[in-house]
């Protein structure tokens, strides 16, 4: 689900949108769900769906999943797994519409070597995402009465998607914090979309009131905050965090090598803002953060190493297969790691997940050096993972989950990627945070 080339082309292309008006300009029709659909604008057909022409009745009577793709042809993935989604759906009720507003001279024999499935329409001038409210692309699925169901920052939806749209399950209301909540809102089976477009983020949308200055501000969080990260060059706040977490952003360290004294090592979750009298690089506001971490909490950070349980990454005689060379425009790449949850003790879904044994682990999938998988890996884990593979180079670390027998994750990281995780002891670094003397 990322879009290497667009994201960096988004970002480029908002630095430089005047008065953050928008991708596709300013914003004069701000939609939300339940509206009715406007007219898809666009001044060619590149693709037909079938012989008829496009008329705005097209978009009853079916369900429809409309795309609004800026940047088409430096986006082989999305257009494949595009495809792959119209495909599946062939024959249903549900129509597939791709809007694009890339210069024709590019786009043009990138379509005739790499065609598209469904309505395939170029909008030069960006009036279809102007015309939906938009200021970042986003996919949108309509209803067959022609009523917008959500929109769906993915871009190219997933398949379950569609299928919720078919048969009414789709919602734009999250469930609450509450694990009740929460279960019955998967056993729902509800697929959850955004109510309104995505905005661009104004420098000031979450700039703290506070009067510039160089000291960090703590507060404890409002019960029922959301959290966020917001920052612009001259501030930065992290909101509804536990100072572990905190610790482990600024830091760049995975929590479970942070210790903390026990009266700090809990599940408060603070606000923490840091309002500067003029702008400043991202390292100086980590510094300004770590210096006021330890003023406020009155602790004293040190780094050193300690004999502690581990997880040993080794690797037998055979190496996971090879990364694909990183293209010009792979800027991005993305993981994850899969687990069984574990319900939190205070029923609240949404708190930070407890670090869990390796026996919990069912899946991870990561492109990069063996440092990365053990990194990745560790950041989910209840004790440190050494790398001790000597595996130089980027490979593919991919193991999906058993979904229907015992989790047997060990195994088939060793039958498919050659790696073998044991618990031993090892000295590594932590850092060690003490009340001040």
């Known amino acids: ?22 991708l596709f300009g300013p914003v004069s029709n701000p939609l939300k769900a339940g509206d009715i659909a406007p007219a898809i604008l666009f ?92 200021e970042i692309p986003s996919a949108v699925i309509i209803g067959a009465d022609r009523k917008i169901l959500g929109f769906d920052a993915s871009m190219v939806p997933q398949a379950e998607t569609v299928t919720a749209a078919l048969e009414g399950r789709i919602t734009t209301t999250p469930p609450k914090r509450e694990m009740a909540e929460f279960k019955a809102f998967v056993e729902s089976r509800k697929v959850l979309l955004e109510a309104e477009p995505r905005r661009l983020s104004r420098p000031d949308d979450h700039k703290p009131n506070f009067p510039p200055s160089y000291t960090l501000h703590v507060a404890p969080s409002p019960q029922q905050s959301e959290g966020g990260n917001f920052g612009a060059p001259d501030h930065w706040a992290l909101n509804g965090l536990t100072l572990r977490k905190l610790i482990a952003e600024v830091y760049n360290l995975n929590p479970i090598r942070i210790y903390l004294p026990a009266s700090l090592d809990n599940s408060t979750r603070y606000d923490f803002s840091l309002v500067l009298p003029e702008a400043e690089s991202k390292e100086q506001m980590y510094e300004r953060f770590r210096q006021g971490i330890q003023d406020y909490f009155h602790i004293t950070a040190t780094r050193e190493e300690r004999l502690l349980d581990v997880y040993v990454v080794t690797a037998l005689d055979r190496k996971p297969p090879a990364a694909k060379a990183r293209q010009e425009e792979d800027f991005f790449s993305s993981s994850s790691v899969g687990y069984q949850v574990v319900e939190a003790a205070d029923g609240d879904f949404f708190a930070e997940p407890k ?83």
């Not at 689900?1 to 928008?22: D, E, P």
Request: glycine share 8%; net charge negative.
């Open 355 to 437: 670090p869990v044994a390796i026996g919990a682990i069912r899946s991870i999938g990561i492109e990069g050096t063996a440092s990365d998988f053990c990194r990745t890996l560790e950041s989910m884990l209840d004790r440190p993972v050494v790398n001790e593979t000597h595996l130089d180079g980027e490979f593919e670390f991919n193991v999906e989950a058993n979904e229907t027998g015992p989790n047997d994750f060990l195994q088939r990281l060793r039958d498919q990627l050659g790696l073998v995780i044991s618990e031993v002891q090892r000295n590594v670094e932590i850092l060690a945070f003490e009340p001040h003397r």
């Open 43 to 134: 001044n060619k057909i590149m693709n037909s769906a079938n012989s008829t022409a496009w008329s705005p009745t097209n978009l009853s009577g079916q369900v429809t999943v409309l795309t609004i793709f800026p940047d088409t042809s430096h986006n082989p993935d999305a257009r494949s797994r595009w495809n792959a989604l119209a495909e599946q759906f062939a024959g249903k009720p549900v129509q597939f519409v791709w809007v694009t507003g890339e210069d024709e001279s590019s786009l043009v024999p990138w379509l005739a070597e790499n065609p598209l499935q469904g309505w395939v329409l170029h909008d030069p001038k960006g009036d279809t995402g102007r015309s939906y409210g938009m």
């Open 1 to 22: 689900m990322i879009l290497r080339f667009l994201t960096l082309f988004l970002l480029g292309m908002v630095a430089g949108l005047r008065s953050q008006s928008g």
